[in-house]
């Protein structure tokens, strides 16, 4: 993507200007922004502003403003006239998926609580933007644009002279807006038939071909898989993150994960689909943990016998005789299974224990009377 090169048909600032903000990063220094033009790092009209974001508000078509539609003399000539020069800027897709982002209620949940009034306005879905720039860390303009697919608003609360303002942020205006488009949606545009109240109020219709993955929408050309590749990682199976040097072998697990590399930083990422936590590395085990032990197994009475000592519960306790492994029963500190009745001529046993945190320990006898 092309932030800043303006001379470029697919930058950024060439989009938002043919979206109908024209006056974006056109003044002074503001022509040689960079990359914080792309958070509104210049300044604009607020009519183009308001205009660009009612291109989102037309499923990604763009209009041109006017304040007047039409000049006719007293003798009914037309001496001047709008004329619908409709451009498709943005992808209905993209205009869809944006104003489902802004219009999400939830998503902003965390700064300004649910049903804030403005941001979410009651029986009337919009898609809202609020924005903020400052001087000196202090802020000087605050934004607030909403749009639905009858109406687009923007409101802006500032000093004249440019000059800091002593409090507030940008959801002030929302409360402005809120009453204007909360009127003129449920008062004058439903009684002209322009936006209807059913079922929360007349919203855009979703274009085909738009995904819905893991609860987000993507549009059609989304491949969740580009970009990346499949890759194996060691996990440990009882915190559930990466294994480490201290994870003991039998808690290791190998799992399939999907690797994607970052093409700015080279990083590489791993995501995990079976709740393995590749963010993460094992918390579970400590270097120099105690492991338990199990004193060497004997035979008596046709009975293998082993003493077991663990500071944390018991999982398993297991016989290996020449290949077969026989589970044992734990009562205890004394792990029994029945010796092999086939087995006539003396073998080498091993026995093995693991606790709940998959350390283990062995140790080996035989079946000598």
């Given at each position: 993507m092309y932030v800043s090169d303006q001379n470029n048909p697919g930058s950024t600032i060439k989009t938002v200007h043919a979206m109908g903000n024209t006056s974006y990063c056109t003044q002074g220094q503001d022509t040689q922004a960079g990359l914080s033009s792309a958070?509104?790092?210049?300044t604009n009209r607020q009519i183009d502003l308001v205009n660009g974001y009612a291109t989102l508000g037309r499923m990604g078509v763009y209009k041109p403003q006017s304040d007047v539609l039409k000049v006719v003399n007293s003798r009914g000539e037309v001496l001047q006239q709008w004329k619908d020069e409709s451009k498709q800027i943005v992808d209905p897709q993209v205009a869809y998926i944006m104003s489902d982002i802004l219009s999400d209620d939830n998503a902003r949940a965390g700064l300004y609580g649910r049903h804030f009034?403005?941001?979410?306005?009651?029986?009337?879905?919009?898609?809202v933007k609020t924005g903020t720039s400052d001087k000196g860390g202090q802020p000087k303009d605050i934004w607030n644009v909403a749009y639905s697919p009858a109406l687009t608003m923007g409101v802006w609360l500032g000093n004249p002279d440019t000059t800091i303002l002593t409090s507030g942020n940008s959801s002030l205006p929302a409360k402005i807006i809120g009453q204007v488009l909360e009127y003129?949606?449920?008062?004058?545009?439903?009684?002209?038939?322009?936006?209807n109240p059913a079922n929360g109020g007349t919203w855009f219709t979703q274009p085909a071909g738009i995904q819905s993955i893991g609860g987000e929408l993507y549009p059609a050309w989304y491949n969740?898989?580009?970009?990346?590749?499949?890759a194996k990682l060691t996990f440990d199976r009882v915190?559930?993150?990466?294994?480490?040097?201290?994870?003991?072998?039998?808690?290791?697990?190998?799992?399939?994960?999907m690797k994607t590399t970052d093409p700015i930083t080279k990083k590489d990422s791993f995501v995990s689909t079976d709740g393995y936590d590749a963010t993460a590395d094992d918390d579970a085990h400590v270097c120099?943990?105690?492991?338990?032990?199990?004193?060497?197994?004997h035979v008596a009475g046709g009975?293998?016998?082993?003493?077991?000592?663990?500071?944390r519960p018991v999982q398993s306790v297991t016989f290996l005789i020449n290949g077969t492994t026989i589970q044992a029963t734990v009562s205890g500190s004394t792990a029994t299974a029945p010796y092999p009745s086939d087995s006539t001529s003396?073998?080498?046993i091993t026995a093995t224990v693991t606790d709940s945190l998959y350390y283990t320990s062995t140790s080996t006898g035989d079946s000598s009377h």
């Open positions: 958070i509104g790092g210049c009034y403005g941001l979410w306005i009651p029986g009337v879905r919009t898609a003129a949606h449920k008062t004058v545009y439903a009684g002209q038939g322009k936006w969740k898989s580009q970009g990346s590749t499949d915190s559930k993150k990466k294994a480490t040097d201290c994870t003991p072998e039998a808690a290791k697990i190998e799992v399939a994960v120099g943990d105690p492991t338990p032990t199990i004193g060497a197994p009975i293998i016998t082993a003493t077991v000592s663990a500071t003396t073998q080498t």
